[in-house]
Structures are given as C-alpha cells and as structure tokens.
C-alpha cells in the first residue's frame, strides 16, 4: 500500500446493533454484551473534511480506495490479494427474453479466491492482524473458508476451518490447498459454529464467524461503496442479493446510509430484496409473515445453492429491517429454476453465474411477473462467485478421428 500517502482513521467506536451500547474501537470484540453483532461508526464529518468522490476518482480501482470508511488503522495492516473492482455486466438477452428492463449483475466472481468473501475477509483479517491475531477459526459451507485460509496465509496467521460434511468438495480442498487445517464435521452448519465457538473459548483462537466479530461487515460494505461509485454516484432501483449469513446486505445498506449522510448521493434508495431458495428460506418466511426476526430456525434445509444455506441468521433482524426500510421484499426460488437459469443465462449472454447469482436473476423474474418490478427500472443481481466452482453437464458428443468426418452434420 505504498501509493497511500496519508492514512487517518475515522472510526468514532463499535456499537451494538440492537441496543446501541457504545465501545471502544480500536481492540478486538466479538459480539456486544447482548449477544448481538457489533457495528463500527464512523466521525462521518471527518471523512467529509478529509476527501471526496473526485479525490476518491483519481485513486486505484480497488477496494482500499474507500480507506476512509474502513476500519483498518496503519496500512502495514493491510492485507491484500489485489481486490479490483468487479464488474456491472448487462444481461441483455436473459431480460428481453423474460419481458424486462435493465438488468445488471455484479459479478463478485472476479475477486481474488473467486467470490465475495473476499471482501470481507481482507478487512477482518487485516484488522485481526492489526490485534496480533495467530489462529483465527471460521465454521463454513465453502467460499468463506477460501477466503479466509488465502488471507491468513498471506498475513502469516494460522487458520481453523470447519465444514459440514456436504460442503463442496472442491471448495473444501481449496482451503486445504491454501495450508489451512480443515475439517468435515457430521453435522450442519450451527454444529460447526459451536465447534468454533468451544474452540475459541478452550484454545484462544480468534473467531471469525459470521456477524460475530465486527469488521466483515465493513468489506463487505464495499460492494455499496462500489456500486455507487460504478453508476456515477446514482443507485439503482432495486437490488437483487443472495442472502444466508446476510453480512453483504446488511454492509450495503450501511454503505447507503454513510454515503447519505456524506452528501455523496442522494435521498433515493433501492428496494432491497433478499433472495433464497425453497428449501431453506426462513428470512423469505420471517418477512411474508412481518416479522422483525426469524422466530424458529428453519429445520430441514434442502438445497444445494449452498450460500443460503442457513438457519437462522446471527443479523436477521439487521436484514430485516433493511427490507422494511427500503420497501424490499424477499422471493424464494425453487433448486430446479436456479439451474436452467443458470444455464440460460451461460446461453443468451455467456456469463457463467454461481448458482447463488443464478437464483437472484430467477428472483427478479418472478418479481416482474408479480408486478413488484417493472420493465421500466434499473435492476441488479448480485453474483456473489465464481460458477467453476459448480458442476456443469457432462460433455458426451464425440468425433473418430479415424474416420472421414461429416462436417456439415456436426
């Protein structure tokens, strides 16, 4: 980070999400004293003084451009495997073919370890080495445990890294393969959470679990800052978000209020709607029926797009009151129309999309036939990582090259 020539943090103190209890910022914290997910302020009039969108043109397309509204403090602390800005790509074909307008999709599949994760993980792990962390554990379905194994390996820290045993197998050698101590637990996804958590409080490792520890909120927040950024300081109508864990929506519309109260945009906010699948949609649920939380874990989940893949949210009542103050709703797609859009999508516009961006497309179909969208507004879908890593049909069309070959036939 040798082109920063100054560096001044504007981080005011954390607070609790739920009760507003203040504490103090710089040492680390996990989860307020109410057991709810801390949230890092900013001296908003500070960052007002200190720089604007031209000086923020003039710098490097990156994550780290935003320095000002992150919480790293020295950047000696900074961690990073080159998080370039991801692009805003239309899908031209896929919207006329289903009657719509302007459809976008962020495609966070670009960014280093090939999803969003990254993101978050920079900053949390900078911030983590900013405390002298040495082990940080992470209970995972797949991409997170990517992210963190490559950032901590590039920070010089130990990691620890659970999975449920039907994880991806090609992500959980992905975080192997980065030097990481993985394991496959029998059980779900809160099974490992609580192995995390029994090991943070037997050995000292430092707990990097979703929305329990403050700072992955804060890079996933770049994902608003950028978008923002991208369309000229203008946001879209509506935003279409895989959400599981939820830590990118809640960051988006942290970023959106920052840059409110910054006077960088204005007054307009986008309709945020949380997408799911079927089979395990419990903040779909929570929102249909007004609640301000997810009430019973969801029990049987039964869906292989795996980012949504999660019970109960440690920040549901942060997604849904996003929801609620943006006007959004949420749209539960079934397994089988997340795969043939997927693989129309790969068809009319030769973008390969994760099964989580293939799920928000599918959501923003449904939400133009219900009429809660229409033709004429600006929409994006975010595609929250790379579709190598999801099996694709298997190729069966062969040629004998110890035959003429009818070319005309094939």
């Known amino acids: 980070m040798s082109e920063w020539q100054s560096f001044t943090s504007h981080v005011s103190h954390l607070e609790c999400s739920a009760t507003g209890e203040r504490y103090e910022a710089g040492k680390p914290h996990n989860t307020s004293r109410a057991g709810k ?11 007002a003084r200190s720089v604007d969108p031209a000086e923020i043109a003039r ?43 302007e459809l976008l999709v962020k495609d966070e599949g670009r960014l280093p370890t090939g999803s969003f994760k990254a993101r978050g993980l920079a900053v949390a792990v900078s911030m983590a080495k900013s405390f002298g962390a040495t082990r940080i554990a992470m209970p995972t379905v797949g991409s997170g445990g990517a992210s963190l194994a490559a950032y901590c390996r590039r920070a010089g820290i130990d990691s620890v890294v659970f999975c449920p045993e039907d994880s991806p197998s090609i992500t959980v050698s ?20 609580r192995l995390v958590a029994e090991g943070c409080a037997s050995v000292g490792w430092f707990d990097m679990t979703t929305l329990k520890e403050p700072y992955r909120i804060e890079g996933k927040k770049t994902m608003g800052l950028e978008l923002a950024d991208q369309l000229g300081w203008q946001l879209p109508d509506v935003i279409f978000y895989p959400t599981g864990g939820g830590t990118g929506f809640i960051g988006m519309w942290k970023a959106f209020a920052e840059l409110g109260e910054l006077g960088w945009i204005g007054a307009k906010r986008p309709r945020m709607v949380a997408v799911q699948t079927t089979g395990c949609c419990p903040i779909v649920r929570a929102f249909e029926k007004g609640h301000r939380e997810i009430e019973t874990p969801w029990t049987d989940i039964r869906t292989n797009v795996h980012g949504v893949r999660v019970a109960k949210a440690l920040g549901d009542f942060l997604i849904l009151r996003a929801m609620y103050e943006s006007g959004g709703f949420g749209v539960a797609v079934t397994d089988e129309d997340v795969e043939a859009t997927r693989a129309a999508i790969a068809r009319d516009d030769g973008i390969l999309l994760s099964p989580e961006g293939a799920a928000c497309v599918a959501a923003y179909r449904e939400a133009l036939t219900s009429g809660r969208v229409k033709p004429g507004e600006r929409a994006v879908a975010f595609n929250t990582a790379t579709g190598l890593r999801t099996a694709m049909p298997m190729v069966d069309r062969r040629v004998d090259v110890s035959k003429p070959v009818d070319y005309a036939a094939l």
């Not at 997910?37 to 960052?47: A, F, N, Q, T």
């Not at 900074?78 to 790509?89: D, I, K, R």
């Not at 031209?92 to 289903?98: E, G, H, L, M």
């Not at 992905?174 to 959470?193: P, S, T």
């Open 37 to 47: 997910p801390l949230i890092v302020r900013y001296d908003l009039k500070s960052v």
């Open 59 to 101: 710098r490097p397309a990156d994550l780290w451009r935003y320095r000002e509204l992150l919480p790293v403090r020295r950047p000696e602390d900074v961690v990073s495997l080159g998080e370039q800005f991801t692009p805003l790509l239309p899908l031209a074909a896929t919207s006329r073919r289903i009657g719509g307008g």
């Open 174 to 193: 992905e975080i192997a393969f980065y030097g990481a101590k993985v394991y496959l637990a029998n059980g779900a996804l809160r099974d490992c959470n």
